[in-house]
């Protein structure tokens, strides 16, 4: 079991930045980042390894997506620049096991947050 925290939502125009933030209860090997529109699938766009570092990205946000650990403080960033409308959706937090391909969404995770909104007008 893994509690998650998320923060940092809200509201931007076309161009902006967000940081989303997650905390979590404890640590984990993979830490990642998915989103959801209504009526649509959930889409991964970012994870990252605690151990080692190595991050993915969904082609969607490559080049502008950063994705980050602290490690001592059980924290995971996503920065978000040069928002665009399609980045508008829930944005969840989940963290787990070990995973080959941690931005499928039929990865087994441990724990999800309960999903902040991101918005993006143009």
């Known amino acids: 079991q893994v509690q998650l925290l998320e923060s940092g939502g809200g509201s931007v125009q076309a161009g902006g930045s967000l940081r989303l933030s997650c905390t979590a209860s404890?640590?984990?090997?993979?830490l990642a980042w998915f989103r959801q529109v209504p009526g649509k699938e959930r889409e991964g766009v970012a994870a990252?390894?605690?151990?080692?570092?190595?991050?993915f990205y969904a082609d969607s946000v490559k080049g502008r997506a950063t994705i980050s650990l602290d490690n001592a403080k059980q924290t995971m960033y996503l920065q978000m620049n040069n928002l665009e409308p399609d980045d508008t959706a829930t944005y969840y937090c989940?963290?787990?096991?070990?995973?080959?391909?941690?931005?499928?969404?039929?990865?087994?995770?441990?724990?999800w947050g309960q999903g902040i909104q991101v918005n993006v007008s143009s």
């Open positions: 990252i390894f605690s151990v080692g570092g190595q991050t």
């Open positions: 404890r640590s984990t090997f993979t």
């Open positions: 989940a963290a787990g096991r070990w995973l080959p391909n941690p931005l499928a969404v039929t990865g087994p995770f441990d724990g």
